[in-house]
């Protein structure tokens, strides 16, 4: 069964960095709070087919979500303010992202400080350290700020597009499998590739190159 889940997170992500960015370069214009930012999450995760609730019997837990290929769920605490909500759901969403196409139920919870879990294998810190960062970037618009394939597969080129093009493309797609193997192991790689110098480079060499295709939802 097709994982319905990671196309609904993909289209939000790109919805939420597209909005966010226009109210940055908005001219005169106050730039949004923190309540307007969640506000526009939410109703774009909802848009996306992303289930929010909010429930005021969350305890240890400020956040969870539950996902399978049936649909996918966001529970925040009534008691966060809008400035954790606004993290909360960039966050649980970034984690979606990067759970990949696996399929069957995927579940992430989130805790108050000081109340997390005490041990965590390396593969839930990799993926914690990975989801922060992406956070980062989708809440500041920059989606070119993190690997493109932590937002979805991209499809191989069509042998049509002339074998000179096929090879730029093929060349493409080894380039974003390297920048995402060193996304996910280092912390060092992930803070330049959010530089938006080093994003502007990326995204210049991707339209030298020619992007790759999107797999359609």
Request: charge should be positive; include cysteine.
């Amino acid at each position: 069964m097709a994982n319905a889940r990671y196309p609904a997170a993909r289209r939000a992500a790109m919805l939420i960095a597209r909005r966010l960015r226009r109210w940055q370069i908005e001219p005169d214009h106050p730039g949004p709070s923190n309540l307007d930012q969640v506000a526009v999450l939410r109703r774009v995760l909802e848009e996306a087919g992303i289930h929010c609730e909010d429930s005021r019997e969350l305890e240890d837990l400020a956040a969870f979500l539950i996902s399978s290929p049936r649909g996918t769920e966001m529970v925040l605490s009534a008691r966060l303010s809008d400035s954790e909500r606004l993290l909360a759901y960039a966050h649980l969403l970034a984690h979606v992202l990067i759970s990949g196409q696996r399929s069957g139920l995927f579940a992430r919870f989130e805790y108050h400080a000081g109340r997390e879990p005490t041990h965590l294998t390396m593969q839930e810190r990799r993926e914690e350290m990975v989801a922060r960062s992406l956070a980062r970037a989708i809440l500041a618009g920059r989606l070119e700020g993190a690997p493109r394939y932590l937002y979805g597969p991209m499809a191989l080129p069509s042998p049509r597009n002339g074998v000179r093009r096929a090879a730029a493309q093929v060349l493409l797609v080894v380039l974003h499998h390297a920048s995402r193997a060193l996304y996910w192991r280092s912390p060092s790689y992930q803070q330049l590739r959010g530089l938006p110098a080093i994003a502007g480079l990326v995204t210049r060499l991707q339209s030298f190159l020619g992007e790759a295709e999107p797999i359609a939802a």
